[in-house]
């Protein structure tokens, strides 16, 4: 199935899978782990439409040609610490990504679908595995029981 997506559509694809990452980055933030975690975000975005290079969703919003468009902005959402703390910033994330997978429902494959949101959980799982607790992000665990609960709760919201 080929379909076209508008601007906004194409937006709300992209920012489902930065916030999911975002929200992982930010169970459990420090200052070197979290730009750790940042650099991976960005590197499995941009790592997206290679990855999968058979999804039409995930092209139509990831190509090098769809990010250089300039048409997809990344939102900057609006992060309380009270909702990083009670896991509500995980919870308005996974309602991002199901609100896309609703809308892409009458325009992409089950599979794609389906890709999308193993896309998704991979961002996410890749941010928690950037940086340990230790020293400079760098000993061990690589998830940490906060990042844990937040994958758990992603995995499980997405059907995963």
Do not use: C, W
Request: charge should be negative; aromatic fraction near 4%; hydrophobic fraction near 50%.
């Amino acid at each position: 199935m080929t379909a076209t997506y508008s601007d906004q559509e194409l937006n709300a694809i992209v920012n489902g899978a930065m916030v999911i990452g975002m929200a992982v980055a930010m169970a459990d933030m420090g200052i070197i782990s979290t730009a750790i975690e940042a650099s991976a975000l960005s590197k499995e975005i941009l790592g997206a439409a290679a990855k999968f290079p058979s999804n039409t969703v995930i092209q139509a919003a990831f190509s090098d040609a769809a990010l250089r468009h300039g048409s997809i902005k990344i939102n900057k959402p609006d992060v309380k610490s009270e909702d990083i703390a009670s896991g509500v910033f995980v919870t308005n994330a996974i309602a991002a990504v199901n609100s896309v997978v609703t809308n892409l429902e009458s325009k992409a494959t089950a599979a794609e679908i389906q890709e999308y949101k193993s896309f998704v959980y991979g961002v996410a799982e890749t941010v928690a595995k950037a940086a340990g607790s230790g020293l400079f992000g760098s000993g061990e665990p690589k998830i940490t029981d906060k990042e844990a609960t937040a994958l758990a709760k992603i995995k499980t919201a997405m059907g995963i």
